[in-house]
Structure formats: C-alpha cells, structure tokens
C-alpha cells in the first residue's frame, strides 16, 4: 500500500522554537533516504518553510499557506495556487480600510511570491514582519492599502491580533461570497489569534485530494494540532493530533500521540514506516 504521510508544522513537527529538534532531523533524514513518502500542510509561506526544512530532501509537494498553494520542491515552482476573486479581494480590502484594520496581502505567480500590507499600528503585526524579515529574508512592501495591492494573482490576507479585534471583521468579512476564512490562536501567544482568508477551494482539504491524485497514494495519514488542521483530517484515511493539541482536534483525530516537544510526529512515522516494511518483507518468506 502506498502510503503518504503529512503533517502540520507548527505545534505538530516543530518544538516550542519553531524548529526541528536535531533528533526530529535524524529521523526525518533516515525515513526520506529510505523513500518514505512524507511532506508536510503548513500555514507558512516557503520562504519560512525553506529554511526550516534546510537540508532535508523533500521529494513531494509541500502544501503551503492552508492549502493557498503547492510547491514543487523539484521543480522550484508552485503547481497550484488557489486565487482570489479580484473583486472579493477589493471587498475586503475596503472592509479593513472601514474596520481600520492592518493587514498582510500575498500575490503569486508561477516561480515568486510578494507581501503587501499598509502602515502597521500594533506590536503582533510588526513582530510578525519584522521576524520574517529577519529570520527568512522575506519581502514586505508597504502600500497606502490594500486596495493598491489586489490584482489577479492575490492569494492570501491575514492578520494577527486579539481575538476581540479580530471578531467584528470576521463576521462582516465571513459574508463575501467566493472566500474561505480560518480563525485559530496562535500556538506562540497567549493572546493573539490568526484570521486568514482565501478562495472558496483553498484548504487543505483540497490539497490533500490533489497530492492522493498526484502521487497515486492508496492511503494518507496526517498529522495537526490546532482547528487550520480540521480540513486535513477530512481528506486523511487516519488522523493523529499531538497530545498538545486543541481539545477540538484531539476529539476528532483517530488517536492522540505525544506532544510536538517530544518529536512525536517523526517517531510515529519512523515506527509506522518500518513496521511496514518488515511486514511486507515476512509475507514474501
């Protein structure tokens, strides 16, 4: 049975740092030499993905930005990006200009991926670029509003705050047709909430249907802890949630593992894997 493993990052395959631990590496290492199928469904762009994943030789896809897009780490380009209408994107560009909301717009095309946003007045936006910026080298470029921005090729808007800030826009933004929103916390902070929006067929529920038919997998297996991952369950065969999960994910997984901080994720997979393999290897004794 050929079988696709694929996991969330943050708060799943990542530890408290945002980082693999050295041990995640190796295992990690040792299962992607062996031509396990593994990849990962992240809310990340690839220019936070690529460092992260430095060094190990991803062979499938990468499902990026909840499913907005997937990247083809062979060919270096994205063989599926789900667009926003233009003229939803304009709604909501003026929604936020109504609601005087700041917030981040990406635009891709085949090979490239730029950020644009308008003047930041809050501490988790800045820190939210300013570490990108930083960290991954990613581009910002600062317009008047978004408005300025939209074209055929927006992607993706998102904003980090407080959930009572978020809360009003959300309720008027959830009602313009042709969009999909996700409304999460944030795993690093104890107050700010994640509001991301996108076409009607971006998730990663669609993205897990694309790489079962792309890569011809009888069975996938995935792996989440916050309530962005629920979509992913939906298109797996088997789901796990890391026992530091939100308690919606944990309810709906198959079963729960151990935690993000204990490389649960890669040690299931390696476990899983090989006891296949040794399995396959009995039955033709």
């Known amino acids: 049975m ?30 992607l030499q062996d031509n396990a199928n593994i990849t990962c469904a992240t809310a990340r762009s690839l220019a936070s993905v690529a460092p992260i994943l430095n060094g190990l030789k991803f062979q499938l896809p990468l499902v990026l930005m909840n499913g907005v897009c997937i990247y083809d780490t062979q060919q270096k380009k994205y063989i599926r990006r789900e667009t926003i209408a233009p003229e939803a994107a304009m709604q909501i560009a003026a929604l936020l200009d109504t609601y005087q909301l700041p917030a981040f717009l990406y635009r891709i095309d085949d090979t490239a991926m730029d950020c644009y946003h308008p003047k930041l007045c809050t501490e988790s936006m800045t820190q939210f670029m300013e570490e990108r910026k930083e960290r991954y080298n990613k581009p910002f470029i600062e317009v008047p509003s978004l408005r300025d921005a939209v074209d055929e090729n927006t992607v993706y808007i998102t904003m980090v705050r407080r959930r ?70 939906d298109a797996c065969d088997a789901c796990y949630a890391v026992s530091n999960a939100q308690k919606a994910v944990r309810e709906r997984a198959d079963s729960v593992i151990g935690s993000n901080e204990q490389d649960a994720v890669p040690t299931w997979i390696y476990n899983h894997f090989y006891h296949i393999i040794i399995s396959e290897g009995a039955n033709w004794l």
């Open 2 to 31: 050929k079988t696709l493993y694929i996991s969330d990052l943050d708060g799943t395959m990542l530890d408290k740092r945002a980082v693999l631990t050295p041990r995640a590496k190796v295992i990690l290492t040792e299962l």
């Open 164 to 233: 009572e800030e978020i809360e009003p826009f959300y309720n008027a933004a959830k009602q313009i047709p042709g969009l999909q929103l996700a409304y999460y916390k944030d795993v690093y902070s104890e107050d700010d909430w994640y509001l991301e929006i996108c076409g009607e067929n971006a998730s990663k529920f669609h993205a897990v249907n694309f790489l079962r038919e792309y890569g011809g997998f009888d069975q996938v297996i995935g792996f989440g802890d916050n309530m962005n991952d629920l979509p992913m369950f």
